[in-house]
């Protein structure tokens, strides 16, 4: 049973930084794409970054480039987010997501099959 857990959310001032952690288990972790995803209250879940299976190649929303980094360590089954610069946009909660396409291109959340539980991020102004 794949089961991805995210820790490391929390509640910090404008311009301040968190790092997410997301810890998978039950799957191959070194061949699948992980992305990190966010949502509000009544809005739909919307893509935040990808790293593709090897690490070697990211995509982010528009709205983080330069601000947020994805990365991931395949021997600790571990994918993270380092969130610099927060803004009172960035609050959501933010759920870690699997791809069984290993390049790391795609990012709606149907072609991702297993989701984290999320863990709430609140930047406050």
């Known amino acids: 049973q794949v089961q991805l857990v995210e820790s490391g959310g929390g509640s910090v001032q404008a311009g301040g930084s968190l790092r997410l952690s997301c810890a998978a288990s039950g799957l191959n972790f070194s061949r699948y794409a992980m992305g990190w995803f966010r949502q509000t209250a009544g809005k739909e879940r919307r893509f935040v970054a990808g790293i593709m299976w090897s690490g070697r190649k990211t995509t982010y929303a528009d709205s983080v480039k330069g601000r947020f980094t994805i990365s991931r360590d395949n021997a600790e089954r571990t994918v993270y987010l380092q969130m610099n610069d927060l803004k009172p946009d960035d609050t959501a909660i933010y759920y870690c997501?699997?791809?069984?396409?290993?390049?790391?291109?795609?990012?709606?959340?149907?072609?991702?099959?297993?989701w984290g539980r999320g863990t709430q991020v609140t930047v406050s102004s």
């Open positions: 997501a699997a791809d069984r396409n290993m390049n790391g291109k795609r990012n709606r959340t149907a072609d991702f099959g297993s």
